[in-house]
């Protein structure tokens, strides 16, 4: 039998076309769309299958299975089985069944991957097993070595008491003040800065239950975040971001990411390139590995010297690929993303060369200013949102408010630097918890000073965002079926990681 000739992509505009003319349903399931805002307007039979109601039924690629309250998801992949076992998922998936459906995923299991085959969806991501390996940070950092791409001195060893740290530390000359991560996990939750025995003792029964942790010393730092895509024909790599980590009016963790920027003066030409470089090489690492695609990496610039260290990778879609793929570069060039679905099709050869694409990222990655802030509930007290504001376009007005234009789900509609666009999370009758996801506000401004924390126009704007959300305590009802379920941060379905 005569193989098929693969079709030839040889240009930007070969691959608009190409997926303008996709017949094959592409599904993105998770609790909100947030990682793949605005791709339905790229990708032909895109849709996304979510449990949050971010857009209040306006959104025409948007599913929305409501939550029916019978069970408690402790994470995006409870949520992702629950949309997969629900009635109109399946009722939508049996009528598309003949065009064997896609799926993508944030966060998924081995449960996922059978419910999945079971449904003749195929998966469009590496096996669970091999990404599930690679997120570890242990391992991480042990592939960065291995590709050249060093970590901040750094020990990995097991740690049952303070004492023993301190000689971990002693012996691998990592100075006395500390950072401590655990191999899994968001890293605003186990990322431990330790200087002194009472810190330790806080978060010892974390540290010393794991088999391994990576001790690093502390340096004064700034984060930088950028995500890339490796393929058969080697590493794609996007615009690179700073990172906004800890800040107060925006997360109660410490070491907990809040939100980016991408903006030109954000870091030299020599910076820029490191980073390039450094990412092909983590890239071309994990396809040897057998990794495929989109993944993420977050580097740490150490302002005193100079260096720049890996901090962590991400093997998946992450918290930044709205940004990575809505920036000014991604329109007028192609969303990184779509790299990721041509590396999945193996009816495809790709005649675009790696190098000019990413030379072209290389002096035109960070045209335009763009933020982002995520804002989290930072108060200690569970209570109920009695106000929360629609997505869409807004303006801040002379008196410091912001005020509604335009309801919708376009990010790119909210382009003036006294515009955002603001995607909502908890809606008016939800559980606001500790640490749970409110809002997504995309902006056009440089909004962090160069220590890290927020600018006075980057106040002002989430100080705005803030006086959207309003609540009220628990009454005794209330009270009662958050201690029968246990689990505060239950009662609200999603996060935006």
């Known amino acids: 039998m005569k193989p098929t000739q693969k079709k030839i992509l040889a240009t930007l505009s070969d691959i608009k076309r190409h997926f303008a003319e996709n017949e094959v349903p592409v599904y993105f399931l998770s609790a909100s769309n947030f990682n793949m805002l605005g791709m339905h307007d790229w990708v032909r039979n895109w849709l996304n299958i979510n449990l949050l109601d971010c857009f209040d039924g306006g959104h025409p690629q948007v599913l929305c299975v409501a939550d029916n309250h019978q069970q408690v998801f402790q994470g995006i992949e409870d949520i992702n089985r629950y949309l997969l076992n629900s009635s109109m998922v399946r009722s939508h998936l049996e009528q598309a069944k003949e065009k064997n459906g896609q799926a993508v995923f944030l966060f998924f299991d081995e449960p996922i991957e059978a419910l999945c085959a079971a449904l003749g969806l195929h998966i469009l991501l590496p096996e669970h097993g091999l ?15 291995e590709a050249g791409v060093y970590s901040v001195a750094n020990a990995l060893a097991s740690v049952s008491c303070y004492a023993e740290l301190q000689e971990i530390a002693r012996d691998a000359k990592l100075g006395s003040r500390l950072v401590v991560q655990t191999a899994y996990g968001d890293s605003g939750k186990t990322t431990f800065f ?16 794991q088999p391994k942790v990576k001790v690093m010393r502390r340096v004064n730092c700034t984060g930088a ?24 009016a925006l997360t109660p963790y410490a070491g907990g990411w809040c939100g980016n920027e991408l903006y030109q003066e954000a870091f030299s030409s020599e910076v820029r ?18 990794y495929r695609g989109y993944f993420e990496l977050d580097y740490l610039l150490d302002l005193d010297s100079g260096e720049l260290y890996l901090g962590e990778l991400n093997a998946r ?26 590396e999945y099709d193996a009816h495809i050869e790709l005649g675009l060369e790696v190098n000019a694409f990413n030379q072209s990222v290389l002096e035109q990655g960070a045209m335009g200013i763009a933020a982002q802030v995520i804002l989290k509930y930072t108060d200690e007290e569970l209570a109920i949102v009695t106000q929360a504001p629609v997505s869409g376009v ?3 007005d002379s008196k410091g408010q912001l005020s509604l234009k335009k309801a919708g789900y376009s990010r790119r509609e909210a382009m003036a630097a006294n515009q955002v666009y603001l995607m909502r999370i908890m809606q008016q009758g939800d559980y606001a918890y500790h640490g749970g996801d409110l809002a997504i506000m995309f902006l056009n401004q440089v909004i962090r000073e160069a220590q890290g924390q927020l600018n ?18 628990l009454n005794q009802h209330e009270r009662s079926l958050v201690e029968l379920s246990n689990n505060p941060a239950s009662m609200k379905s999603g996060r935006a990681q």
């Not at 879609?317 to 041509?342: E, K, Q």
């Open 131 to 145: 990404v599930r390996e690679i997120d570890s940070k242990i391992v991480t950092t042990e592939i960065g070595n």
């Open 394 to 396: 807004y303006e801040l």
């Open 194 to 209: 330790i200087d002194s025995e009472s810190d330790y003792q806080v978060v010892a029964e974390q540290i010393e239950s």
């Open 225 to 248: 975040a950028i995500e890339a895509c490796t393929t058969r024909w080697g590493t794609f790599v996007g615009p690179l971001l700073t990172e906004l980590i800890g800040i107060n």
């Open 317 to 342: 879609l992450t918290g930044i690929s709205a940004m990575t793929n809505l920036s000014d570069f991604s329109v007028t060039h192609i969303p990184l993303f779509l790299f990721h679905l041509l």
């Open 273 to 290: 390139l490191q980073v390039l470089q450094k990412t092909r090489a983590m890239g071309d690492a994990l396809y040897q590995r057998g």
């Open 456 to 473: 006075d126009m980057g106040t002002q704007f989430v100080y705005a965002l803030q006086q959207l959300f309003q609540y009220r305590p």
